[in-house]
Nanobody, 124 residues
């Protein structure tokens, strides 16, 4: 079955950087869209960044210019490089995958397999 295992994250001061990783197994990674999502306490899960099988990407406006999503198809691994972190980036971060994201690559409702989540905390 599809499995996504995340690593990375942690605590950092504002302005710092972190990298998240997500290793996929159980399906043909190269043909699927991959995304990063986050959920802060009391808020809905939101799309942060996504990369399709053809390499096209989409970013939430709040992270454009600060975060970079990438995928290594040889390693079945998805990455999120986060820079210039802000306290409002604090959340649980999840990777996810879908074969068909529909019209919105950042909509969590189209994704059908999820990682276990990893906490990112940014202090001011």
């Amino acid at each position: 079955q599809m499995q996504l295992v995340q690593s990375g994250g942690g605590s950092v001061q504002a302005g710092g950087s972190l990298r998240l990783s997500c290793v996929a197994s159980g399906y043909t990674f190269t043909t699927y869209c991959m995304g990063w999502f986050r959920q802060a306490p009391g808020k809905e899960r939101e799309g942060v960044a996504a990369v399709d099988s053809d390499g096209s990407t989409s970013y939430a406006d709040s992270v454009k210019g600060r975060f970079t999503i990438s995928r290594d198809n040889a390693k079945n691994t998805l990455y999120l490089q986060m820079g210039s972190l802000k306290p409002e980036d604090t959340a649980m971060y999840y990777c996810a995958t879908t074969y068909d994201y529909g019209l919105d690559m950042l909509s969590p409702y189209q994704y059908n397999a999820w990682g276990q989540g990893t906490q990112v905390t940014v202090s001011s």
